[in-house]
């Protein structure tokens, strides 16, 4: 295991961070099962790892200690096993981390120590064969998509698979839940033309009745759907078009307005927090390698576009990397921005606080930042 200082910090003197004991000394109960003591306000970052390299992990930091120590794969130290292939999405739910890895073909039930407790392999399942690629929870029940159009109801208490549906769509990415609908981005299929793969960028959401677990209908939306979240009744939707002649578009969708579909602007990343989606367009010079990279907000309660930028001095290094995430602590409201250097090192990930003052930066421990969640006991 490699222990990385949070020296790396390139910590800002403007910025106070107040320093949080381990839970056991606030009289909060111990972490099941832990093997290092932990501060009671965690980020734990998932690093998606390359293609069949079996390096996807789970790097723990500090949020309100830059002096406690970072751990690159705290997952490795607290289970004593990888994570596996590809680290695909991770969400954290009522004390419990959820980690979907795509190649490996399986979903992590974790506590907040990052310790697992159970998990669900889809391996041995024909239908599931494409691979997990998003979930999202709702009263219990976490929902996953899968390349091949199968959308799977799984129960968070025993990790059980409890429904599945063949959907009309061919590879699915993003889902989430908005009041009894589950939304599913459908986001390509795959045709066969002189031998020759063809990828069909595809037009559509679904829609699965979240009682029946059916499918109700379809939204048509801009190509290649692929980013979704739900908040404060409305639907967030980025598409990814085919990445090359049109331009990724994020979108509004109105679950209370027959769920009509408002383009907003270029954007590949998003994340919400402090009332607004942040918003983050990467364009990349794939001759070089490097992007150029601007960043907007979305006001939820207000509809209200803003092309200024949330960054108030944000690093060169930032705004010409790849942009792969962006999360939000809902302690304090700080904002974590991660580029990827692809196979070539870990990445990075950058943290600004709620007014878009730069804190400082930390290598991610490992490679392709693709998702954080935050614990605060």
Known sequence: MKITKAGKWMVMGAVALTIVGCSKDNDEPIDEGTKVDLPAHRMYILNEGNWNMNNAGIAFYAPSNPETEMIDNIFFEQNGRLLGDNGQAMIERNGKIYVAVGGSNYIAKLNEACV????????????????????????????????GGVVVKIDTATMEIKDSIQTSGSNLEGITVQGDDIYV??????????????????????????????????????????LLMSKDDKVFLISWTNYFDSEY??????????????????????????????????????STWTATNTFSTYDIATGTYSTESFLKDAPQELLSGNLYMMAIDPKGGD???????????????????STGNYVGKIDSGGQNPRAAVFVNK
């Not at 391996?123 to 709702?138: F, K, S, W, Y």
């Not at 986001?187 to 002189?194: G, L, M, N, Q």
């Not at 027959?258 to 364009?283: D, Q, R």
């Open 335 to 353: 904002i974590y921005i991660g580029i990827t250097n692809y196979a070539a090192a870990n990445g990075d990930i950058y943290r600004f606080d």
């Open 116 to 147: 697992e407790e159970s998990r669900v392999s889809f391996v041995n399942d024909a239908a599931l064969q494409g691979g997990v690629r998003a979930i999202t929870e709702h009263n219990g029940y976490l929902y996953a998509t899968f390349y």
């Open 185 to 226: 981005a459908n986001a390509y299929k795959i045709s066969v033309v002189d031998g020759q793969n063809v990828y069909n960028y595809l037009t559509e959401v679904l829609l699965i009745d979240i009682n029946t677990f059916k499918e109700k209908g379809k939204i048509t939306v801009s190509p290649n759907p692929n």
């Open 249 to 286: 578009c994020f979108q509004v969708i109105d679950p209370k307005n027959n769920n009509s579909v408002t383009p907003i602007c270029k954007a590949t990343h998003f994340a919400s927090g402090n009332g607004k989606v942040y918003l983050g367009y990467s364009e990349t010079d794939w």
